[in-house]
């Protein structure tokens, strides 16, 4: 398929469902002509996303990989050096914490809720980038997670993910610096609020969505489609130097200061 993307290949981590913005992220770059690998978390979610990965064409693949697990990371990283021998692109779209630590006072949260929240929604990018790094190294490959602006600003209940996403930030940094050498870029979109199985766990998420509406520079909330083309963006060449950065697809949310 002809685009900026074509030739190119690479995973994507986090498809839940057709909401997720995983998804949109690979209907993206399948559209400008990357092939597109997809995983899932466990077996609950494999026949969705085998589906969904069929509407990307007949051949797309698709692995396990529970990022609790290291040996499911290492093995991702198996199939794709022998699937695709080298690696393109790299979209980590997952996240994690507990519901009950996504509502109420801070101070509340659980020590367990912390430990997992930081390993499935912090390390797992750190871990994923080692274990992909000798795929992606020499090919000016592209590193793209998902944050969102209560890592740097509190958002009323969105408490621990906060935290986690002040962490994955910095490690998109750090990452920046470590792949550099080897051409490869790191960086994150930080998502305006968008109606999806994570976003529902949030408390009074609703409520985040009308405050952007009322108050956004453009009026109104985006939608995953328009966080899927600046993936397909930041994976292709047009961004070949910019690495180590936050980009906000947030209608302009962020300039706000009430
Ligand atoms: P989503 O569709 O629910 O995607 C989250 C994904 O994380 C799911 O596929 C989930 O799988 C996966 N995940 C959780 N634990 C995992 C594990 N141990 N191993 C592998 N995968 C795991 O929600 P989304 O909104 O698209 O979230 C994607 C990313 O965007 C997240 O980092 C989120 O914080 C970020 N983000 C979202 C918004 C928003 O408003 N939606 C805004 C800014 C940033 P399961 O469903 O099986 O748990």
Request: glycine residues 10%.
């Amino acid at each position: 398929m002809a685009g900026p993307m074509a030739g190119k290949c690479g995973v994507v981590v986090g498809v839940a469902n057709k909401r997720s913005l995983a998804w949109a992220a690979a209907k993206s770059l399948a559209a400008q002509g990357a092939r597109v690998a997809l995983t899932y978390q466990g077996e609950r979610l494999r026949e969705g996303v085998e589906k969904l990965a069929g509407e990307l064409g007949p051949k797309t693949l698709t692995f396990p990989c529970d990022v609790i697990h290291l040996r499911q990371m290492d093995r991702l990283a198996e199939s794709l050096k022998r699937e695709f021998g080298g690696l393109d692109f790299l979209v980590h779209s997952i996240a994690f914490a507990p519901t009950e630590d996504l509502k109420g006072r801070f101070r509340q949260i659980s020590r367990k809720g912390f430990h997992r929240a930081m390993d499935v929604s912090v390390y797992s990018l750190v871990a994923l980038a080692h274990r992909l790094s000798p795929l992606m190294a020499g090919r000016e490959a592209s590193v793209v997670t998902l944050t969102y602006v209560g890592a740097t600003r509190v958002i009323p209940n969105y408490n621990l993910m906060g935290v986690a996403k002040a962490a994955l930030e910095s490690s998109v940094r750090y990452l920046a610096y470590d792949l550099g050498e080897e051409g490869t870029r790191v960086n994150a979109i930080s998502a305006g609020p968008v109606r999806t199985l994570s976003a529902s766990a949030v408390g009074d998420f609703v409520k985040i969505l009308d405050h952007v509406e009322q108050t956004a520079p453009l009026r109104r909330n985006i939608e995953a489609g328009d966080v899927g083309n600046v993936v397909a963006f930041l994976c292709s060449p047009a961004s070949r130097n910019i690495t180590g950065d936050v980009l906000f697809v947030d209608s302009g949310s962020h300039a706000m200061g009430v």
